[in-house]
Each structure stands twice: as structure tokens, then as C-alpha cells.
């Protein structure tokens, strides 16, 4: 099976999404236009929610119109301070410089993984799109999203924290994994993100996200980490799809954040932000659910990319499914013959209710599971009828979001309603 995260989606929305299964939400849906033109609220797309009861929307955070809005707003509140006198001198008192940045505080966070972030603004066919970036080299490497890069049709720039500007070029892509990495021309000694591990990751641990909302570089917001395994499935504006297994955050994530750091309280790097889940409607803004690619997927990704210009993913060998949500396990419509699936004995029929210790409630899920691992992982499928099978993952090169055996992309007519996956979720494709 291969790692079928599929889709790009540009920092300028977040995908839709739908939580069919209470308790486990499987974000799913396209990324919406880059942003309304100057002074027009945006538009929401085409949507056709088969549970409407549980539909909400998911965007990427990407941008791509300039902030009118609040440019205008901000003017208001300087016309309410006036220009005549006042009776009333202000007063101030000189902040203290450590005590503003402590360790272990949101403000000492931020002191760490600010200089680390940077403000990715890329051309398009059609207007340009923005999104964050997280440092990984003194030299200019950064990683983004592949939604926030995917569709450059000229410059790419990146501001630093500094504020100065440099053109960048893609590295490599992993559009599986909705990872990107750039090189940042004429730059030395940035400083490059501390990467935390997965492991050390705890639901309910406060975590802070930077990046660029709205197109405001350098914004701070801070939450909790509110689950692990999330399925997350979005679609680009190709039709095709990216599934992963995601860490969901209420830190308030919006339009611009995609590629930006979620940081624990150390400012080390734990999961780089992609999607939010939005209500719906004209509203693209956060709800408090926020999903970020978990760090350990992400270097994984990012160091095959330095070393090599691409990443692999792991592949299972079989066929399903992804639209249908049973609750009750993923069932193989087919396996690939020579595939690692069929050298651990499964069959057509079999219904996956676990990888290793993690829940499969559906295929869709075990798409998110299985993509999770490395190439080359040995891992334990739990099957319905109770058998358990060992299984030693294949590898591919992450070349394109293929959802099929035959290694083409499945394409559906609309970003809304299901799981965009059609019949072949897996297999030997890229």
C-alpha cells in the first residue's frame, strides 16, 4: 500500500472537511481559491455534504489577496485616538527583556522559533499565493507545504524574520505528504528550527503555531494538542487527494499558517501546519481544530528530500474502498499480487481493524496509518475475524498523489462530500 496522502492545496484556504465518525474526525475535502479580490468577502465553493449534520469546512492556510480588510481596520482604530490634545499623560515602564522571553512560557517559545520562521509568498497563474515556512539550514533550506508551492508558475520569495526578501527555488516535493522544501538563494547563517520528536508529544501539552495569517508574518497564537491519529483528507484543485495521519490542535491556525511551525513551549518543532476545519459557509477562519503533519513524518521527508531532490513512501499492496465509512475496519476489495499484502497472506475480504496499536475504522484510516510508517517498517495488521499478520512495507518514490494502483490520480468533480479516493486507494503507484 502506498502512502496515498494525495492533493495540493495552497496556502491560501484550507481544505473542507468532514468528521463522519464521531470521536475520530476524517477532515476531508479541497482547498478553497487562494482568497477573495480586495474588498469582496470570500466565496464559498460548490458543496455537496452527504451528512450535512456533521459537515464542516477544512482550509489549507494559505493566502493570496493582500489584507484590505485589515488594512482598513487598523486605520479605524488609529481614527479613534484623534489629533487634539489631551489633558492625560501616559506613562510606561520598561519591560524586562527576560522576563518577556522566559523559558517554558508562550513568549519563550516564540523567542526561540520566530527567527526560524519565515513568510513564503509564491506567483501564480493567476494571482500569487502565501503561506509559512520553517527553517532548516543556515543555508537557506526551508520546508513548507507542497499546497503552498504547487501550483508557482514564477517567482518564489521568502521574507525572513528580519524582514529582507530573497527569491527561493523548490528543492524537491513530496505531494503525499503535502511537504515541500526550498532553497533560499544568497543567504548564510540563518537560523535553522530545532526539531523536536513525536514521542515526546502529549495530548493536552500546550503547543504554540507561527506563521503568517491573513499575511501578518510573524503572528504567535497558542493552544493545546487535542488528539493524535487524526485522518486528515483534503483535496487540491486538481481532484486529487492528500490523506495523513494527523495531530489536531486547538491553536487558532487560519489562512497563511500552511508550512508554519507548531512548537511545545521549548520552540522545538513537533508538527508543521497544514489544514483547519472551518464552519462552514462564507467563514474560513479557525474553530479550534487545527491539523499539523507530526515532525517525525516531516524529517523523515524533508532529510530524503535534502539528500536526494525526493521522498519515498511506504507501500501495503491493496485495493478499496475510501468513500464508504463502515466504523467497523477497512475491508481489501483487492491485493496486488508480489505486493508486500500478499507475502503476509491477505486477502480479498479481510477487514483491517488495527495497524500495530492504532484504531482502523475505516479504509480511509488505514491509508492515514499505514503512511504514517517508513518504508521498510514491520508492522501488525489486526483483522476482524482475529488473525493477526506481519507485514514488511514496500517503498516508492513520492512522485505525484496517486490514489491508484496504476500510479494515475483519482479525480473527482467536486472538493466536497467524501473521502476523494474512488476505488483504489492503494498499490504500486506514485
Request: cysteine-free; proline content about 8%; charged content about 10%.
Amino acid at each position: 500500500m502506498s502512502d496515498e496522502h494525495g492533493g495540493r492545496n495552497r496556502d491560501s484556504g484550507a481544505g473542507t472537511a468532514t468528521f463522519p465518525h464521531p470521536g475520530s474526525p476524517h477532515p476531508t475535502g479541497g482547498y478553497p481559491p487562494y482568497g477573495p479580490p480586495p474588498h469582496q468577502p470570500p466565496t464559498p465553493g460548490p458543496e455537496r455534504p452527504r451528512r450535512p449534520r456533521t459537515m464542516t469546512a477544512v482550509v489549507s492556510a494559505a493566502l493570496i489577496a493582500g489584507l484590505v480588510g485589515g488594512g482598513a481596520g487598523f486605520g479605524g482604530a488609529y481614527a479613534l485616538l484623534g489629533d487634539g490634545p489631551s489633558g492625560t499623560q501616559l506613562t510606561t515602564v520598561p519591560a524586562s527583556p527576560a522576563a518577556n522571553a522566559e523559558p517554558g512560557t508562550v513568549a519563550g517559545a516564540a523567542a526561540v522559533a520566530t527567527p526560524s520562521t519565515v513568510d513564503i509568498r509564491v506567483t501564480l497563474a493567476e494571482g500569487a499565493a502565501e503561506g509559512s515556512g520553517v527553517i532548516l539550514s543556515a543555508d537557506g533550506a526551508v520546508l513548507t507545504n507542497n499546497h503552498v508551492v504547487s501550483g508557482s508558475t514564477g517567482e518564489i520569495t521568502v521574507t525572513l524574520a528580519d524582514g529582507t526578501q530573497h527569491p527561493a527555488t523548490v528543492v524537491g516535493t513530496s505531494p503525499s505528504y503535502d511537504l515541500a522544501v526550498l532553497q533560499v538563494q544568497g543567504v548564510s547563517g540563518l537560523t535553522p528550527a530545532t526539531l523536536g520528536n513525536s514521542g515526546d508529544v502529549q495530548v493536552g501539552q500546550q503547543v504554540v503555531a507561527i506563521g503568517s495569517p491573513q499575511g501578518l508574518a510573524g503572528t504567535v497564537t497558542t493552544g493545546i494538542v487535542s488528539a493524535f491519529d487524526r485522518t486528515v483528507t483534503v483535496q487540491g484543485d486538481d481532484g486529487a487527494a492528500v490523506v495523513y495521519n494527523g495531530l489536531q490542535t486547538d491553536a487558532p491556525i487560519n489562512q497563511g499558517n500552511s508550512g508554519g511551525p507548531l512548537v511545545d513551549l521549548n520552540g522545538r518543532v513537533v508538527g508543521i501546519n497544514s489544514a483547519i476545519a472551518t464552519g462552514g459557509g462564507q467563514s474560513t477562519g479557525s474553530i479550534g481544530l487545527g491539523f499539523a503533519i507530526p515532525v517525525d513524518q516531516a524529517k523523515r521527508v524533508a532529510q530524503e528530500i535534502l539528500d536526494s531532490g525526493a521522498a519515498t513512501k511506504p507501500v501495503l499492496g491493496v485495493q478499496g474502498d475510501a468513500s464508504g465509512r463502515s466504523g467497523e475496519g477497512a475491508q481489501v476489495a483487492a491485493v496486488t499480487p508480489d505486493s508486500p499484502a500478499a507475502a503476509a497472506g491477505l486477502a480479498a475480504g479481510d477487514v483491517v481493524t488495527r495497524v500495530d496499536d492504532a484504531r482502523v475504522q475505516d479504509f480511509a484510516d488505514l491509508i492515514a496509518r499505514v503512511g504514517a510508517r517508513t518504508p521498510g517498517d514491520r508492522v501488525t495488521l489486526t483483522l476482524a475475524d482475529g488473525r493477526t499478520l506481519e507485514v514488511t512495507l514496500g517503498s516508492v518514490t513520492d512522485q505525484a498523489a496517486s490514489t491508484s494502483s496504476g500510479g494515475t490520480t483519482q479525480q473527482v468533480p467536486s472538493p466536497f462530500g467524501g473521502l476523494p479516493f474512488g476505488q483504489n486507494p492503494f498499490g504500486g503507484g506514485n
